[in-house]
């Protein structure tokens, strides 16, 4: 070899280690429970289904390098553990744990000698994480004005609700709404007042609702819906005749998934929420009666078994996001109609009741605006109403708002566009 050897380490062998601008790295990322890495090389680790033991070679010469970097930064979720295999680290022996648990973290080990075996040089944490826009408009759409309407009407990112836009769609009511892609929403399930139905209406970042498009999955009324992991959806639950609580994935382009077999009570009328900014909630409803248990969902999508309930069981509420990454349930029926909340915190814990705020009402809609805000609107008390309620950013609601567009009963909601 000729030439001068800048930032680079001598090894026992008399060879030349590479610098960790020099290594090799790994095409194939690690997602298994075991792994085994080899000196020289750069790996990527995404722990977002499950913990990670990484094995480390069972020999080594002094300067042998291998730097392990958190993927999808979920090693806080599910750590790593790295498994020494007979060789020192840090000067323990391998009988002792070592893990890395923060997300975003990468570690540059460097062998050194049998004594002090691995070393790290860096364990790093990368604190500039990218943080996704936040979506500024909503959109209520759909419902019943004593008859199935397609009439929607838009709310700028000043939470104020814009005059009726004549309708796209089949007219409908008791459907689910949603954001999804980021910036866009969608429209699914119902009943057009002779059967239930699946047709779908995709709205886009303009607020523009698209023709119906022919639905996937089992057609149905009352369900709810939510946005969870990164630009994806879900709707679940609802009524087909009878209580069910069937899912249905949606893609971060708005393609509807197959029926996926439910998890949790079979219900109806219930409301949904995102929360921690990747997992949701779905919560309250009626099956036999009105219920206050919930449901929770994954990153990916995955509902989880019944929680006891926290707060008056009731149904026919509706949910929406505020603060950036906490939600909160609210209104409803329980025996009458009510205004009360129940926030939901980050990490998917329901609060109790809060005194209501508002005209107590039923089958209302909710939707996310401004970035860090929500806004419930519409539904029925004795009639339909059209009046709204803003919720702020530490998800406490404001009085009412005189209403505009036609009132209406069984309407949905939802977040769309980057643009205030």
């Known amino acids: 070899m000729s030439g001068i050897v800048q930032n680079n380490i001598l090894r026992s062998s008399g060879t030349v280690a590479v ?6 790295w790994v095409d194939t990322i690690i997602t298994g429970s075991t792994a085994t890495v080899e000196a020289g090389n750069g790996y990527w680790v995404n722990t977002t289904s499950n913990t990670c033991t990484i094995t480390l070679p069972s ?19 599910n750590k790593i ?6 060789l020192n680290y840090q000067g323990e022996d391998d009988t002792n744990i070592v893990e890395y648990t923060t997300d975003g973290q990468s570690v540059n080990i460097v062998y050194s000698d049998a ?24 959109i209520f759409a759909f419902g019943n004005d004593n008859n199935p309407s397609n009439t929607s009407n838009l709310v700028g990112s000043n939470g104020v609700i814009g005059s009726d836009v004549t309708g796209v769609g089949t007219s409908r009511s008791a459907m689910a709404a949603t954001n999804y892609g980021g910036d866009k ?35 149905r009324s009352l369900p709810a819906a939510t946005g969870y992991g990164v630009g994806l959806a879900i709707f679940a639950y609802g009524y087909t005749g009878s209580n069910v609580s069937i899912s249905n994935l ?5 393609v509807i998934g197959t029926d996926v077999s439910g998890v949790g009570t079979a219900r109806r009328a219930l409301a949904a929420v995102r929360y921690g900014t990747d997992k949701a909630i779905f919560a309250y409803g009626r099956s036999g009666s009105t219920v206050s248990i919930s449901n929770l969902v994954t990153n990916v999508g995955v509902i989880g078994s019944d929680v006891t309930g926290v707060g008056s069981a009731r149904q026919g509420l509706a949910a929406t996001t505020y603060g950036g990454d906490k939600g909160v349930f609210g209104y409803g ?37 401004g970035g860090d805000k929500g806004i419930f609107a519409y539904g029925y008390t004795t009639e339909n109403v059209s009046m709204s309620n803003l919720i702020n950013n530490s998800g406490n609601a404001a009085a009412d708002v005189s209403g505009v567009g036609t009132a209406r009963t069984e309407i949905s909601a939802a977040s769309y566009s980057y643009s205030a």
């Open 115 to 138: 004594t002090k075996g691995w070393i790290p040089l860096e364990d790093d944490v990368t604190a500039d994480e990218p943080v996704a826009p936040t979506v500024q408009r909503a």
């Open 250 to 254: 949606v893609t971060n382009v708005g």
């Open 81 to 86: 553990i790295i498994d020494s295999n007979g």
């Open 185 to 219: 929403a969608i429209f699914a399930y119902g009943h057009d007042g002779s059967s239930f139905v699946s047709l779908k209406n995709l709205v886009g970042n303009d607020g523009v609702v698209a023709a119906d498009v022919a639905g996937v999955g089992t057609a």
């Open 59 to 77: 020999s080594a010469e002094k300067g042998d390098q291998i730097v392990i970097i958190d993927y999808a930064r979920t090693w806080g979720t």
């Open 19 to 24: 610098s960790a601008a020099g290594l090799n």
């Open 333 to 369: 029926k329980i025996s009458s109609v009510t205004a009360i909340t129940n926030k939901v915190s980050n990490e998917g814990v329901v609060a109790s009741d809060t005194s209501g705020v508002g005209s107590a009402r039923w089958l209302c809609a909710a939707a996310g605006y």
